[in-house]
């Protein structure tokens, strides 16, 4: 498998994966030869000892033989393929033979609900904040797809609350009112708020905020603890939205964020 791709990750890891079932053959084969010979020797059956370890002798033979083949027939460059994007061609290819829709854009997976990083250096993905070293491209979709049955663990209410608060600060009161009410305030804004400490935007992305963006604009919560609603705003400036893959694959944008008092 050299280092051009033109073999891919699924089919090199096949071709191994039948050499190493290969190997556990003659290993098998081995270890009964072996075992045969331990049998002679226990009860003394002189007549069959030099052919027994004639036996066990060239079955261990065959085993670093095959195990050689099997050590010489894995030559991919793992690095160079996670690195060239082809490993996103082919995840995208198998997750989507199992009916999941994987998008890429911005060096980033995405698989509702999941933001994927491929990370070369590390062979491995990270799953959100969760690296996950299991790289066969038919083995990671399934799990893509296992991911996505699952229950969110994302609480729409605990997050429009914090959306909320920031609200607050950059839309101060005004003539006794709470907030200025209906006024449109950035999401831009609002994430670089919530990530105000060092470090935070690390931690917590935009990307991984436009996608809690989307689960809360999808999730039917829209009120905050003292009745103020939620509105989202697309706008029209591209350098200032923030742009979503949907659950289906498709293209969502959001720009500001407003909130309507109660009153």
């Known amino acids: 498998m050299a280092a051009d791709h033109?073999?891919?990750?699924?089919?090199?890891?096949?071709?191994?994966?039948?050499?190493?079932?290969?190997?556990?053959?003659?290993?098998?084969?081995?270890?009964?030869?072996?075992?045969?010979?331990?049998?002679?020797?226990?009860?003394?059956?002189?007549?069959?000892?030099?052919?027994?370890?004639?036996?066990?002798?060239?079955?261990?033979?065959?085993?670093?033989?095959?195990?050689?083949n099997t050590k010489d027939g894995w030559s991919f460059d793992i690095e160079g393929y996670l690195s060239s994007g082809e490993f996103a061609k082919e995840l995208i290819e198998f997750a989507r033979k199992q009916g999941v829709s994987i998008r890429e854009q911005d060096e980033l997976l995405y698989?509702?609900?999941?933001?994927?990083?491929?990370?070369?250096?590390?062979?491995?993905?990270?799953?959100?904040?969760?690296?996950?070293?299991?790289?066969?491209?038919s083995v990671l979709a399934?799990?893509?797809?296992?991911?996505?049955?699952?229950?969110?663990?994302?609480r729409p209410e605990a997050f429009l609350e914090s959306l909320y608060e920031a609200y607050r600060w950059l839309n101060p009161p005004q003539r006794g009112l709470l907030v200025r009410t209906g006024r449109a305030v950035r999401l831009l804004?609002?994430?670089?708020?919530?990530?105000?400490?060092?470090?935070l935007s690390r931690e917590y992305t935009k990307a991984e905020f436009g996608r809690d963006i989307y689960l809360l604009d999808r999730s039917g919560v829209t009120e905050t603890r003292n009745?103020?609603?939620?509105?989202?705003?697309?706008?029209?400036?591209?350098?200032?939205?923030?742009?979503?893959?949907?659950?289906?694959?498709?293209?969502k944008f959001y720009f500001g964020i407003s909130f309507e008092t109660p009153g």
Do not use: M, W
Not at 189 to 199: A, C, S
Not at 227 to 237: I, L, M, N, Q
């Open 142 to 154: 399934a799990h893509l797809k296992e991911v996505q049955q699952r229950p969110l663990r994302f």
């Open 189 to 199: 804004q609002i994430y670089e708020r919530l990530t105000i400490l060092p470090g």
């Open 6 to 68: 033109n073999t891919t990750l699924e089919a090199a890891l096949t071709s191994l994966e039948r050499d190493a079932e290969a190997t556990g053959r003659t290993a098998a084969a081995a270890a009964r030869a072996i075992k045969a010979l331990q049998k002679a020797v226990k009860q003394g059956e002189l007549r069959k000892l030099d052919a027994v370890i004639a036996a066990a002798n060239q079955a261990v033979k065959a085993l670093g033989q095959q195990f050689a």
């Open 227 to 251: 009745g103020a609603v939620v509105g989202f705003h697309a706008g029209t400036g591209r350098e200032t939205r923030i742009q979503v893959i949907t659950e289906k694959g498709g293209e």
């Open 111 to 137: 698989c509702y609900p999941s933001l994927i990083r491929v990370i070369p250096g590390e062979q491995c993905v990270k799953i959100d904040k969760v690296k996950e070293a299991r790289l066969r491209p």
